[in-house]
């Protein structure tokens, strides 16, 4: 049950914002596996006045379609979550077809016992949902 | 000082958000002891595409009613968190009337260090406000 | 790669804001040796209903300016995080003249494999952005 936040700058139309989220899901699924209802995104348009990032960072231009995501879930090993991220890359440069440079992405780690949803099911001998993959 | 996030469809009368408010500061109360004026929540109001969630989950309907909580707080114990989750889930199906179904709430811990107001006293001995009960 | 969250109640003129973000920044760059390009923000505006606080905390009262602040970033030493609540306090008492009272910040700390930006170099040695200082 992870959260994800989105950020970026208002006016973007509906498809564009689906094909970000849509882009997101696809990894977390495909790298996490994830059950594709295990789905939840919050996405925050913001004033550009409200959305605050250097024009260039690390010496690369980034664009007003700069776009930050933070992803909160239990822990997972380091190599997954480079995988995901590069999966979220990916997939953010296929469709909506966003450029790498105007990528930020973090993650946030809890403990499982730290998520609640009604009828969630927990595999007492692995502490993760019984329906989620082991990869 | 825990910091309090929902994020919800956009719409609701001010009654309803109130209440929601009001139920989840009364778990705090109630489950962690913290003095009534040790409250503060934001309420993010979303357009549908922008709360993104799938409307089934582990086989259960969620309604555009559905609520995610995020709670952020120092280290507490697993059966102070669980408590705690199960009395937010009660104040909320009690007032304003939300289903079980409709909830999904994570905590995010930091420690002590990690919180700064101005006049915060820290109790040394156990490195928790003074004022709050040791429950 | 810090991730900074401003809440604030709706209403401000831009030059309150962009007062607000600087002030911040300034500390970070002080106090973390933080690159100047390394400025990410966001502000969440919102209604009176929806930004919800005690108007007294530990007997001290807050007005309608009282700000949120989380600052997300890699784990520091304490006295750093200290440091930097104090440096960001005393900024925003300068400019654009808060009062202390009416600042409430938190941090939370993650691993430096949790993040992601194109083109980010680690120092390998460190740990950190190989751009960024040791204090």
């Known amino acids: 049950m992870p959260l994800i936040q989105v950020w970026m700058r208002k006016g973007k139309p ?5 094909a970000i989220s849509e882009s997101i899901h696809q990894a977390m699924m495909s790298v996490m596996k994830l059950p594709g209802d295990d789905y939840f995104q919050v996405t925050h348009e913001l004033e550009e006045e409200n959305y ?10 980034r664009s007003p379609d700069f776009l930050m995501i933070r ?21 953010l440069v296929a469709s909506p077809g966003l450029r790498r440079e105007d990528l930020g992405m973090s993650i946030v780690e ?13 595999d007492n001998d692995t502490g993760t949902d ?4 082991k990869a």
Do not use: C
């Open 110 to 122: 809890t403990t499982f016992e730290n998520w609640w949803a009604h009828g969630r099911r927990v």
């Open 14 to 18: 509906s498809a564009y914002k689906a």
């Open 71 to 91: 992803l909160s879930f239990n822990a997972r090993p380091a190599a997954m979550k480079q995988a995901l991220f590069e999966a979220i890359a990916d997939n």
């Open 52 to 61: 605050i990032f250097d024009p260039n960072y690390f010496g690369m231009p």
């Open 130 to 133: 019984s329906r989620i993959g």
